[in-house]
């Protein structure tokens, strides 16, 4: 069962775009995650559209992170606090939610076959009450589905563990409550979830822990990926383009084929 490979945050920068639009090429990435307030350009826009038949195209909505054409409403850590007291601009979520699906539409000329965050901001409470009305009323295709990043089993959620330390707990506790909510509201979702690494520098074993994810045979498997350049100008201390050059080499070299 072949599992989606997501590239997230496409968009970002032209030099990790790049690397992205050539591992699709060669079938190792089959879908992409898109931040709209990024650095796309005609050329590339063109040649994602042309690659439709075998790639799906999400929003990955953006409200922490600082690009040239959007003001994001905090920190990662603020918009948690805020998230769990209760006390987020509700509008201003409704309006930044609307205004970058209106973004993707004028982009791509479809709407999105799915929505997922930048740091996984799509399922903190509030934020995610607002995203599922919005997608009760727009006039997505049967087979949009919103991500759930979780695991399925305790097995499962013990690799990611490993993998990536405690954050996992939280972003697991708060997924598996948008999973639940999902399942409850009939909108479509993944069942299985996996990808969860440090973003700074490669753990001990880090090629073969990433090759393991890629051989996974898990039905309705999303495998969540940062592919990109060492040569981007974007420096973020918190996820390094090393991290991203790293995983760019590993899903080139890998022997998986998605078709
Ligand atoms: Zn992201």
Known sequence: MKPIIVADDFGLCHKHDEIIIKLIKKRKINAISVLVHGELNSKRINEVREMRDYLSIGLHLNLTMVLPKIEPLG????????SFLRTLDTNEIKKKITSQIRTFMKIFGTLPDFIDGHEHVHILP?????????AAEEQFSEKFWIRSPTTETMADLYRELSNAG????????????AKNKLNRLGILTNKNFAGFFSLKSPSKNFKQKYVNLLNLNKSNLVIMTHPGSLDSPTHNKNHSNEMRAIEATILNESTIHLS
């Open 75 to 82: 920190s990662i850590e603020t918009l948690i606090v805020k």
């Open 126 to 134: 509030s934020i995610f009450e607002i995203l599922t009305k919005i």
């Open 166 to 177: 405690l954050k996992v707990l939280i972003i697991t506790a708060l997924g598996s409550r």
